[in-house]
């Protein structure tokens, strides 16, 4: 059983978001985590990601991104998958524009495991295959199916 099994639920998995700048787009990922997760504030997730990738881009390269940020109220690691719409510019290493992201929020105290889980993430995300399947999913289910689908 992988990470993706582990910290993302149906309800913080959503296809085809529509979404024009990283601004926007975080705005939106702040959204489906606080109306997901009552107890984190929507400030504070989307403050803590754009404080993060203001430290340097998340884009891996080949159309993906993993945001990732501690949150004080976030209380075990959690993770959200958006495919998006239209691929935007994310300032990835390969200039390429994003259209996957996996994002992760894990408690301030969570040094190794937030470590462990970006590696574990980074290593699915880089099977070309993987990432196939989560680009061919038309609806959200189907995108969360796949993601944490024992196809890997």
Same mark, same amino acid.
């Given at each position: 059983?992988?990470?993706?099994?582990?910290?993302?639920?149906?309800?913080?998995?959503?296809?085809?978001?529509?979404?024009?700048?990283?601004?926007?787009?975080?705005?939106?990922?702040?959204?489906?985590?606080?109306?997901?997760?009552? +107890?984190?504030?929507?400030?504070?997730?989307?403050?803590?990601?754009?404080?993060?990738?203001?430290?340097?881009?998340?884009?891996? #390269? +080949?159309?993906?991104?993993?945001?990732? *940020?501690?949150?004080?109220? *976030?209380?075990?690691?959690?993770?959200?998958?958006?495919?998006?719409?239209q691929?935007?510019?994310?300032?990835?290493?390969?200039?390429?524009?994003?259209?996957?992201?996996?994002?992760?929020?894990?408690?301030?105290?969570?040094? +190794? +495991?937030h470590?462990?889980?970006?590696?574990?993430?980074?290593?699915?995300?880089?099977?070309?295959?993987?990432?196939e399947?989560?680009?061919?999913?038309?609806?959200?289910?189907?995108?969360?199916?796949?993601?944490? #689908?024992?196809?890997?």
């Open positions: 059983m992988h990470a993706f099994s582990k910290i993302l639920t149906p309800a913080r998995t959503v296809c085809h978001v529509p979404g024009s700048s990283k601004k926007r787009l975080f705005e939106t990922i702040a959204r489906i985590i606080a109306d997901d997760q009552p +107890q984190m504030p929507y400030d504070e997730v989307l403050d803590n990601l754009v404080a993060r990738e203001k430290l340097g881009s998340t884009g891996l #390269g +080949q159309g993906i991104a993993i945001p990732h *940020c501690r949150a004080e109220h *976030c209380t075990a690691p959690l993770g959200t998958l958006i495919s998006l719409a691929p935007i510019p994310f300032d990835a290493p390969d200039e390429r524009d994003v259209d996957l992201l996996f994002v992760l929020l894990v408690p301030p105290e969570a040094h +190794q +495991q470590l462990d889980i970006l590696a574990e993430i980074a290593r699915r995300l880089s099977e070309a295959a993987y990432c399947r989560l680009r061919a999913a038309t609806d959200d289910r189907g995108l969360f199916d796949a993601a944490v #689908g024992d196809t890997g």
